[in-house]
């Protein structure tokens, strides 16, 4: 079992609708999640951050965390084309070592006009 | 804004050639890596380090070493470069913290082996 797992995608949706990407993740002493975003050829930029069980928005993005479910979502609202590219998911994991991003692989989120 | 600057872009080297990248950032980060990542298999640790001459391994540093001499920067080296080590590398910096922080990453350095 891999301790990130994300739907590889293609995801599409269409302009103005909302995107929903999901991610999982094994390790229970997770205590941080970061969604990263990257556009193809480019190195990836952060979009949210989330630390506690809920929802956190900022702007047309919602992440949501459920830490009983081992479980972080990224909600795009009102999608747009700039918004195609590939979501990282990556739970901050605690432990021997105190800055260990764990990535997932990414979910390819494309939106179509 | 926080800049992490890779200086080569693109490379292309030969079998065995040895390798050097190189990455500094401005924003006087503790933390700085080395990731690889290639189709299908997402971001995968190199090497980090948590100050100078610092070095933890992380998930694949097998035909990699690293040196950090000075806070802002971070190498990567490739004693005896192979075609498995094609690849795009990510120089990454953040602060430390037991919450984790934010991770800023260069524009990544492409590097062809043949």
């Known amino acids: 079992q891999k301790e990130v797992e994300q739907n590889s995608g293609p995801l599409s949706v269409p302009e103005g609708a909302i995107a929903s990407l999901n991610c999982t993740y094994s390790d229970r002493g997770s205590q941080s999640f970061f969604w990263y975003r990257q556009y193809s050829g480019k190195s990836p930029e952060l979009i949210m951050s989330?630390?506690s069980n809920g929802d956190k928005e900022d702007g047309r993005f919602t992440a949501q965390l459920n830490k009983a479910s081992q479980y972080v979502s990224l909600l795009i609202r009102d999608s747009q084309p700039s918004d195609s590219a590939t979501y990282l998911c990556?739970?901050?994991?605690?432990?021997?070592?105190?800055?260990?991003?764990?990535w997932g692989a990414g979910t390819k989120l494309i939106i179509k006009p | 804004d926080v800049k992490v600057t890779q200086s080569s872009r693109y490379l292309v080297k030969r079998t065995g050639e040895k390798v050097f990248l190189e990455c500094v950032q401005d924003?006087?980060?503790?933390?700085m890596f080395w990731y690889r990542q290639d189709p299908g298999l997402g971001l995968r640790l190199i090497y980090f380090?948590?100050?100078?001459?610092?070095?933890e391994k992380g998930d694949i540093p097998e035909g990699y070493s690293v040196s950090r001499e000075k806070k802002e920067r971070f190498s990567l080296i490739l004693e005896s470069a192979s075609t498995n080590q094609t690849s795009m590398y990510l120089c990454a910096s953040s602060t430390g913290g037991a919450k984790g922080n934010t991770i800023y990453f260069g524009e990544g350095s492409w590097l062809t082996v043949v």
């Open positions: 380090s948590y100050d100078v001459k610092m070095k």
């Open positions: 989330i630390y």
């Open positions: 990556a739970p901050f994991r605690t432990g021997d070592s105190n800055y260990q991003l764990i």
């Open positions: 924003m006087d980060h503790e933390n």
